[in-house]
């Protein structure tokens, strides 16, 4: 099993730019696909983004693509979510997770390890 854990959350003023982290331990990595969740007050968790290992192909939701990147740095097992033109919509618990199947990109279910969260607050 993989284990992985966020870091980089904090407040930011709408329109300005974060970066999270998510450290990735344990099993190989290879096949896996490394994704980002988060989940606003009141809502349901959603996907926001993920990466192969192998590959690096990305897949994005909608509502951040053009606005964040996501990458991975295979050296140091480490995965980024640059978030840019941040919205008070993106305010949330950003969640980094691992999926072993190479395949359900955007299904919760899919993923297997999960990180505790990193809060993201956007002021207007």
């Known amino acids: 099993q993989v284990q992985v854990a966020e870091s980089g959350g904090g407040l930011v003023q709408a329109g300005g730019s974060l970066r999270l982290s998510c450290a990735a331990s344990?099993?190989?990595?290879?096949?896996?696909?490394m994704g980002w969740f988060r989940q606003a007050p009141g809502k349901e968790r959603e996907f926001v983004a993920a990466i192969t290992w192998n590959r690096g192909s990305t897949h994005y939701a909608d509502s951040v693509k053009g606005r964040f990147i996501i990458s991975r740095d295979n050296a140091k097992n480490a995965v980024y979510l640059q978030m840019n033109s941040l919205k008070p919509e993106d305010t949330a618990v950003y969640y980094c997770?691992?999926?072993?199947?190479?395949?359900?990109?955007?299904?919760?279910?899919?993923?297997?390890?999960w990180g505790q969260g990193t809060q993201v607050t956007v002021s207007s």
């Open positions: 344990g099993r190989t990595f290879t096949n896996r696909i």
């Open positions: 997770a691992s999926n072993p199947y190479g395949s359900g990109w955007y299904f919760e279910s899919y993923y297997d390890s």
